[in-house]
T-cell receptor, first 114, second 114 residues
Framework: DARVTQTPRHKVTEMGQEVTMRCQPI?????VFWYRQTMMQGLELLAY????????DSGMPKDRFSAEMPDATLATLKIQPSEPRDSAVYFC????????????FGQGTRLTVV | AQSVAQPEDQVNVAEGNPLTVKCTYSVSGNPYLFWYVQYPNRGLQFLLKYITGDNLVKGSYGFEAEFNKSQTSFHLKKPSALVSDSALYFC????????????FGTGTRLKVLA
């Protein structure tokens, strides 16, 4: 059963520390998204890639966040330095190439910055 | 600018009664429309989508949605609600050309009362 895998599932870190979240998209999917979910803001698109190239990262705070796809099987989202306001659930999703196709979401990484 | 509106933060319905979760959208161009469901501590799960053709789309778990182009709406429906349908529901839109982004609504919490 193909699925998007995110690690870690939970992360508690101190303010100022670097956080790296990882995502393994479904094999064959060429579009990868990073979303952040909070009670206040709902679901926000941070960045997305197509064929490993970043297409849009306008939703991401550039000074501390970075997203990369080192290869087709791995996407990473880094926060350095982390701040308490970064506490949220971060979702990765992947999709096949067609415009009319749905995205498949991972189970998320719950990040708490203290 | 493209947007999706879910006007109700919460919908309460008695078990066995029909349910409707509302969604309206604003896009330039033709849309592809999606509904997702999120259970506690889970990622978003695809329910159904409208691409073209029949305005009534059937999806998973007995859900269906009606596309109305003149009202720019895509309301989610189910003839008979179950307690297990209680969850957070998201409507999303993607335009048919250009960007590959999904634009999500703010979500509607459905509570089915026994």
């Amino acid at each position: 059963d193909a699925r998007v895998t995110q690690t870690p599932r939970h992360k508690v870190t101190e303010m100022g520390q670097e956080v790296t979240m990882r995502c393994q998209p479904i094999l064959g999917h060429n579009t990868v998204f990073w979303y952040r979910q909070t009670m206040m803001q709902g679901l926000e698109l941070l960045a997305y890639f197509r064929n490993r190239a970043p297409l849009d990262d306008s939703g991401m705070p550039k000074d501390r966040f970075s997203a990369e796809m080192p290869d087709a099987t791995l996407a990473t989202l880094k926060i350095q330095p982390s701040e308490p306001r970064d506490s949220a659930v971060y979702f990765c999703a992947s999709g096949p190439g067609g415009q009319n196709t749905e995205a498949f979401f991972g189970q998320g990484t719950r990040l708490t910055v203290v | 600018a493209q947007s999706v509106a879910q006007p109700e933060d919460q919908v309460n319905v008695a078990e066995g009664n029909p349910l409707t979760v509302k969604c309206t959208y604003s896009v330039s161009g033709n849309p592809y429309l999606f509904w997702y469901v999120q259970y506690p501590n889970r990622g978003l799960q695809f329910l159904l989508k409208y691409i073209t053709g029949d305005n009534l789309v059937k999806g998973s778990y007995g859900f269906e949605a009606e596309f109305n182009k003149s009202q720019t709406s895509f309301h989610l429906k189910k003839p008979s609600a179950l307690v297990s349908d209680s969850a957070l529901y998201f409507c999303a839109v993607r335009v048919t050309s250009g960007t590959y982004k999904y634009i999500f609504g703010t979500g509607t919490r459905l509570k089915v009362l026994a």
